[in-house]
């Protein structure tokens, strides 16, 4: 099932559909800050 099924059983209340999209977004949040805390890191240390 794609993301955009998904939103369409979310929005008719599914709640498993609901968790699935969560899921998906948390795991993205995390690749995303996995790849900048250490830039981050770098420019702010001394």
Do not use: C, K
Request: proline share 4%.
């Amino acid at each position: 099932m794609d993301q955009r099924e998904l939103i369409r059983r979310a929005a008719r209340g599914n709640h498993e559909a609901f968790d699935a999209l969560v899921r998906f977004a948390s795991s993205r949040l995390y690749g995303i800050a996995y790849r900048i805390l250490p830039q981050i890191e770098a420019v702010t240390t001394p």
